[in-house]
């Protein structure tokens, strides 16, 4: 039995309660959470326990990192920012070279993998194009949900393309696990093809597995699927040797394919240019969207906008996206971002949100039971200390350690996945 306490607990429970000189406790190599509450009252509870507390210090579950490629990490300055156009052709002239140049090696995956865990992230959720990240990922430390993602629009590349997606599929369903689940993404409504991506909804339905896809993440994707027209039209006439081709859907009829999976872990990434109509759709699904703010920002000019969010409720997530798109996969980096994203909206609830984006919206999209320290949840959790306290009891003003946490967090001291301490 062992447990953990320190000066503030962030519970990451929906009202962002904080406990001060909280803990928890849980039994080596039983993944559940057996008691959240009072440090001393738990000592008391359980006076066997091995106890640690840590007094100038933050206890929190585990960091999320919802939408992240590990695969495309290692290029520097090769891709074109500003404009989702201008990248995706700079994507698609770079891609085999950044790919056959050894950049998705091992050694890059797993400085990936370690950044993650320098920033306190214990789970992620992992699009996959190729499953060159399969084996590494599978014996990772980290929690993860792997999404072999499908990709191509070109009917007669289909059959090849989903067989290979299946390969993908059973190769990491032999290596699942408690810290490993498989799981599938569509790439986007503007490069898969119907045929395929009903197919993959059936199976993920059957299974209940993960389902991903990035969804509006731009202004030129909007206007292919409701106009057939825009740069997508010359993307498919220069890329895909596919002259006068037609979006393949409306925003709302890729939104209806999704009805089967309203029971599964369901994630749409970016959501930029979606109207009320289609969040209300969204939340229709039970479905979660993940918001990438940096890669938003360098593709797109654009963050997410969170009013959507007031009306619907729509649990928001938050990702790093890749380093393709981003100039680093550091979680708490993002969050920091964020912060200065949004600057109309009130800094400490602001705050609040933004971690429970970390943790608890974070295991709603992607379907594990982590995120928010409790009962039953599993025991993945991180203590970050500093050189002072965060917040006293005696101050007057608000607690505003949440604030204080996302400016000032840069590594934890401990790092706790499924009961290891793996930091
Ligand atoms: C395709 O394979 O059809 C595709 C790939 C990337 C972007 C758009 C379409
Ligand atoms: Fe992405």
């Known amino acids: 039995m062992q447990i953990f306490g320190a000066a503030l607990v962030f519970v990451c429970d929906e009202n962002f309660s904080i406990l001060h000189n909280g803990g928890i ?22 006076p066997n326990a091995k106890m640690s507390f840590y007094p100038n210090a933050v206890l929190l579950p585990a960091l999320i990192n919802a939408h992240i490629h590990f695969e495309f990490g290692s290029h520097l300055a090769q891709f074109c920012y500003g404009d989702f156009g201008a990248w995706l052709d700079s994507l698609m002239t770079s891609r085999d070279e950044v790919l056959n140049s050894g950049n998705s090696s091992e050694s890059i995956i797993l400085q990936g993998i370690n950044e993650q865990i320098n920033a306190g992230v214990g789970s992620v959720g992992a699009i996959s194009s190729y499953g060159n990240d ?69 199976l993920a339905a059957k ?42 859907y409306s925003p709302k009829s890729f939104l209806d394919m999704l009805i089967p999976l309203q029971n599964n872990a369901l994630s749409l990434t970016h959501c930029l240019h979606i109207t009320q109509e289609e969040a209300s759709i969204i939340k229709s699904l039970n479905a979660s969207i993940i918001t990438c703010p940096r890669s938003n920002r360098l593709l797109n000019n654009a963050f997410f906008k969170r009013e959507f969010l007031l009306d619907s409720h ?41 971690l429970l984006s970390a943790t608890l919206y974070g295991a709603k999209a992607l379907g594990l039971n982590n995120g928010s320290l409790q009962e039953g949840k599993n025991v993945d959790f991180a203590i970050f200390e500093f050189s002072q306290p965060l917040f006293q009891t005696h101050q007057s003003h608000p607690n505003q350690s949440p604030l204080q946490f996302i400016l000032h967090a840069t590594k934890p001291t401990h790092l706790f996945v499924s009961t290891k301490a793996i930091l």
Request: proline share 5%; glycine share 4%; net charge negative.
């Open 314 to 354: 729509i649990p928001l997530a938050i990702g790093t996206d890749g380093k393709s798109s981003n100039n680093n996969v550091n979680l708490l980096d993002e969050l920091r971002a964020a912060l200065y994203a949004y600057p109309q909206e009130e800094i400490l609830s602001l705050s609040q949100s933004l």
């Open 207 to 248: 299974d209940l597995m993960p389902l991903s896809a990035h969804f509006l993440e731009s202004a030129q994707e909007r206007e292919w699927l409701t106009q057939s027209n825009g740069y997508f039209k010359g993307f498919f006439s220069q890329f895909m040797n596919a002259a006068n081709s037609k979006s393949l």
């Open 25 to 46: 406790v849980f039994e080596e190599k039983q993944d559940r959470i057996l008691k959240v509450g009072d440090y001393k009252e738990l000592c008391a509870l359980y």
């Open 134 to 202: 399969m084996p590494i990922l599978a014996q990772s430390p980290l929690r993860v949900v792997y999404f072999n993602e499908a990709i191509g629009s070109n009917p007669s590349a289909i059959d090849f393309l989903y067989s290979n997606v299946l390969e993908r599929l059973k190769n990491s369903k032999s290596l699942a696990s408690s810290t490993f689940i498989p799981a599938l993404a569509l790439h986007s409504p503007y490069s898969l093809h119907p045929i395929m991506a009903q197919k993959l909804i059936e």
